[in-house]
């Protein structure tokens, strides 16, 4: 009986030894340690062991039993270890036969005019804020002055969400917060991603970047609007920048414009880019309406401003003379990467 015992203390010291993975420490578990396994059956040949040997043989055998079992464990605690590192090391190894000459990455030509028109602002002492892609009805419509009729608000241009929600259809939707963080004087700028549920072709996306803008002061006119619009363009251009303002309507200005730059390629005289008429459509702008400083909490007494809501995309797609708007949504690295910032 206790050669029995110790041959199998040395048998299972030698497969123990052999051991290498969790799977086999698990089988070597249910081979000796298991309920049907080796050091059971030595149990069980203790009915055979004469009564006076019994109380030794018993002690032997539960000493092998309680080796086997600490051996066991402490050689899974040091696999299931091994293995792990072996994990991490697998995901940080690479493949060395990778082509090294990979290049650096590009920006996004709406990343590069984003920076670009920041930096402009910023040095004339605007703030530049972030704002949240989905926003409520109050700050959307309601705190822009537009009433719950207006066509803005139509199922076909907006996403609403299920908890009544809406994905920000223009950039405006920031405007109250930005009063209401700031009150009056204020100059920021808040550029943003916005969306409207439009078929695309080459010209229009349900997806595209605005960058919104609104300067509140004293005795703040339609001259400022003006010249810092034509500072940043020229900025943005490299060149001198003729605008004009053409009436235009939106609830939260008043009076409201359409501000057009003169032809950059034919410098008004008229081609394909312009379609002819020598003026590019680019910013809606205006004097932001008494109701909406009141919902801004802003003192219309003393306090005007201007807001205006710059087409990024577009000012992008001029820039960068790209033709396709929906190249830009593309996700195409072989387009993209061909501007860069000049
Ligand atoms: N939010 C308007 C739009 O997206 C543009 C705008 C901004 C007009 C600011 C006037 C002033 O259509």
């Not at 930096?119 to 949240?132: A, K, L, N, R, T």
């Not at 969400?161 to 109250?176: E, R, V, Y």
């Not at 703040?220 to 060149?239: A, C, D, H, P, R």
């Not at 000012?315 to 072989?334: T, V």
Request: aromatic residues 10%; hydrophobic residues 35%.
């Amino acid at each position: 009986m206790l050669e029995n015992a110790n041959a199998l203390k040395a048998q299972f010291e030698e497969a123990l030894s052999k051991v290498t993975t969790t799977a086999e420490i698990d089988a070597l578990r249910i081979e000796y340690a298991g309920k049907k396994g080796l050091v059971s059956s030595l149990m069980n040949d203790l009915k055979n062991v004469p009564n006076d040997q019994k109380k030794e043989a018993g002690m032997v055998i539960n000493q092998v039993k309680q080796f086997v079992e600490e051996q066991i464990k402490l050689k899974t605690e040091e696999l299931i270890k091994l293995e792990e590192q072996r994990k991490i090391d697998e995901a940080e190894s690479y493949d060395e036969s990778l082509p090294t000459d990979l290049g650096l990455g590009s920006y996004h030509p709406i990343t590069l005019i984003q920076r670009e028109v920041e930096d402009i602002f910023s040095s004339m002492g605007f703030i530049v804020e972030d704002y949240s892609e989905i926003v409520d009805d109050y700050h959307c419509f309601e705190a822009l002055n537009i009433p719950k009729h207006h066509p803005a608000r139509d199922m076909q241009d907006t996403y609403y969400l299920d908890n009544g929600q809406l994905l920000k259809t223009h950039t405006s939707a920031a405007q109250n917060y930005i009063m209401r963080k700031y009150g009056a004087p204020v100059r920021a700028i808040f550029p943003g991603r916005c969306f409207r549920n439009e078929s695309t072709d080459a010209c229009h996306e349900n997806t595209f970047f605005q960058l919104e803008g609104i300067m509140i002061d004293e005795d703040i006119s339609i001259s400022n609007l003006i010249y810092f619009m034509k500072t940043m363009l020229s900025e943005v251009f490299k060149q001198d920048i003729t605008v004009r303002l053409r009436p235009g309507f939106f609830p939260f200005v008043e009076p409201g414009f359409e501000l057009d730059i003169q032809c950059t390629i034919c410098h008004g005289k008229g081609c394909p880019s312009c379609k002819n008429s020598g003026w590019l459509e680019l910013c809606p702008c205006g004097m932001i309406h008494p109701n909406v400083l009141t919902y801004g909490g802003i003192d219309t007494e003393k306090y005007t401003g201007f807001a205006f809501g710059l087409g990024l995309t577009r000012l992008a797609m001029m820039k960068y003379g790209i033709k396709d708007i929906r190249m830009l949504n593309s996700g195409s690295l072989k387009a993209l990467s061909q501007f860069t910032d000049k």
